[in-house]
């Protein structure tokens, strides 16, 4: 897919330029882009993009191009999970020779392709890298696994979204799953565990 896209993007004849701009602006508003954000990437006239936003949805582009906070992510651990994996790909097609609007694409199809349950919709994956490139995220190690993840930038750890999902269901001791309860503080051991340091601190009682 991405040696195609460099292929054409190789091209300079006029008409291969406009056929793969509109090719691009089909699939990002077949993938839920706004009218701003195609416009944005492929340099199509927002007219253009709002007309083909209505004839493939049958309805209007909504308003706007990109989220302006990180609000939206830091909600849920599980949608900060997701959003490392994007950051993970974004940089990965950040080598191709691939115009914006196709990198954008390919991160976008792979990131669907590597989720059960995608929590990201299209304008979402397009902001992770922009935290990214301002500084409002920043590239950290995970202590727990040694992989990469992002996270704001000043907030304190380094446990990564995926591993704190992790923990959430297993003992951070012997890492048996945890029974989840609906309701009350959140139990990080299980219950062999905390029956082993109890015993500890008795027989350590003076």
């Not at 292929?7 to 006029?14: F, I, K, N, S, T």
């Not at 380094?158 to 799953?177: D, I, K, N, V």
Request: aromatic letters at 8%; glycine letters at 6%.
């Amino acid at each position: 897919m991405s040696g195609q896209a460099d292929r054409g993007a190789e091209c300079d004849a006029e008409l291969c330029v406009q056929t793969r701009i509109l090719q691009e602006a089909i699939c990002l508003t077949r993938h839920g882009a706004r009218a701003g954000l195609v416009s944005q990437l492929t340099g199509l006239e927002k007219t253009v993009a709002n007309r083909l936003y209505r004839q493939l949805h049958g309805r209007p582009s909504p308003s706007g191009q990109l989220p302006f906070a990180d609000t939206w992510y830091l909600k849920r651990d599980g949608r900060m999970a997701q959003a490392a994996l994007v950051w993970q790909l974004s940089r990965r097609f950040a080598e191709s020779r691939s115009t914006p609007a196709r990198r954008l694409i390919d991160v976008y199809e792979c990131y669907l392709w590597l989720v059960t349950e995608p929590l990201l919709d299209i304008m979402r994956v397009a902001f992770v890298p922009h935290l990214v490139t301002v500084q409002e995220w920043e590239e950290r190690i995970c202590g727990q696994c040694g992989l990469a993840y992002v996270a704001p930038r000043g907030t304190i750890g380094t446990t990564c979204w995926s591993c704190r999902l992790y923990f959430r269901h297993r003992c951070r001791h012997c890492g048996a799953p945890l029974t989840v309860r609906p309701t009350g503080r959140h139990r990080d051991v299980c219950t062999a565990c905390q029956r082993s340091r109890h015993r500890q601190s008795f027989r350590t009682w003076p």
